[in-house]
């Protein structure tokens, strides 16, 4: 069946660096995206949304990019802290039957 | 304001029995959405509850079942355990049914099957 999947299971940055997390869904009929935080041992946390009727979003320190012609999302975030190390995931929703999660990335910040 | 709420935190159980978990949403919020999450599948979406209605429903079991009070307190009920039910089960409440821009998450239940 169609799936959420991320493109790197892990991603180790530098502190001060740009992060940037990649996600492919194949869905077409995706019409709305959620990337989440997740840190250990908590439940997700929503960092930022996007509609299909767009292409960029941005949020403090934080930019969502969707490609439609590609299937691609990707989540940007600006100058990594610390209390960025985290998994980080995908969600798509087509329809009424309920999110579709990535497997998600662990971001790694090294000092 | 308190968080979502959710008991027992660990639970360890073998197979064939069953298994009840808790979530106390957000004072307010009448939507609760239970979740799976596994390393190999990740997150799924098992079902959510509105105003003590199912809303909506994931690619489950029939042993797996839910529901909620007029609290908005809500319960998940797995019956029959096998050892694949190993898993996080997370809770999020919301205002709102479909809310999910608003929705917040609880600490999870970690359910352990041997």
């Known amino acids: 069946g169609e799936s959420v999947g991320l493109h790197l299971p892990t991603l180790s940055v530098q502190e001060g660096d740009n992060s940037i997390i990649n996600c492919a869904y194949s869905?077409?009929?995706?019409?709305?995206f959620i990337w989440y935080k997740q840190e250990s041992g908590k439940g997700p946390q929503f960092i930022i949304d996007?509609?299909?009727?767009?292409d960029k979003r941005q949020g403090q320190r934080v930019t969502v990019l969707l490609n439609k012609t590609v299937k691609h999302l990707s989540l940007q975030i600006a100058a990594t802290q610390p209390g960025d190390s985290a998994v980080y995931f995908c969600?798509?929703?087509?329809?009424?039957?309920?999110?579709?999660f990535g497997k998600g990335t662990h971001l790694i910040i090294q000092p | 304001k308190a968080g979502v709420t959710q008991t027992p935190r660990y639970l360890i159980k073998t197979r064939g029995q069953q298994v009840t978990l808790s979530c106390s949403p957000i004072?307010?919020?009448?939507?609760v959405s239970w979740y799976q999450q596994t390393p190999g599948q990740g997150l799924q979406f098992l079902f959510e509850?509105?105003?003590?209605?199912?809303?909506n429903k994931g690619n489950f079991p029939g042993r797996f079942s839910g529901r909620q009070f007029s609290n908005s307190r809500s319960e998940m009920n797995v019956s029959t355990l096998e050892l694949g039910d190993s898993a996080l089960y997370l809770c999020?409440?919301?205002?709102?049914?479909?809310?999910?821009?608003?929705?917040?998450f609880g600490p999870g239940t970690r359910l352990t099957v041997l």
């Open positions: 969600a798509e929703l087509a329809g009424a039957d309920g999110l579709t």
């Open positions: 004072s307010g919020h009448r939507s």
């Open positions: 509850y509105f105003s003590e209605t199912q809303r």
């Open positions: 999020a409440s919301s205002w709102r049914t479909h809310s999910y821009n608003e929705q917040f």
């Open positions: 996007i509609r299909s009727n767009m």
């Open positions: 869905n077409s009929a995706s019409d709305y």
